[in-house]
């Protein structure tokens, strides 16, 4: 007896369903009906499709974070070209480590001075602290101490910290990481 009340159930709601159905398999010429926005795939998607913007871009820290280093990687390269000085740096910390890619100093060093000459604080104090140990860039203290006074003068605490200490890499990097900076002979 319940059989004929499902079956006029089913007969009377499929037809209703129909053009919903028929619109979903038109999506493509319709355009994208239900987007995933909210999902890593759309970022992905929006940057490889020339997005660039600073939501797009602030997710690449998401992506690194939860150790999709490739996809991070990605994102970041592509916005760092389209100027953010942000991505720049995470490009650098990415090489510096390698995260998504072999360890690449001297990559990692050219990331932080494009960001320090397009005036970013980190990308200054970074590039500074290149110079200063000649890590993946050619030594020079000089320069290295100046761009590390541009990013204290622009307020970047580490930087300032830098600075009392007299210059001192051990003030501002673990020594963990000594094995990393040690001249090769």
Known sequence: ?????????????????????????????LGTLNPDEM????????????????????????LTKSGNHAAARALFRRCAEAGYTGAMTWMSQL????????YNPEAAADWDRQAALAGDPVGQFNHGLNLIRGHGIARDTEAGRAFVDRAAAAGLEIATRFQRSGYDPDEVTPDADNWRYAPSF
């Open 95 to 102: 090489d510096n480590n390698g995260l998504g890619a072999d």
């Open 1 to 29: 007896m319940r059989r004929p009340v499902l079956s006029a159930a089913l007969a009377f709601i499929l037809p209703a369903l129909g053009p919903a159905v028929a619109q979903d398999s038109q999506g493509d010429a």
């Open 39 to 62: 999902t890593w795939q759309r970022v992905l998607e929006n940057s490889e499709g020339g997005a660039t913007d600073m939501v797009t871009c602030a997710s690449g820290y998401m």
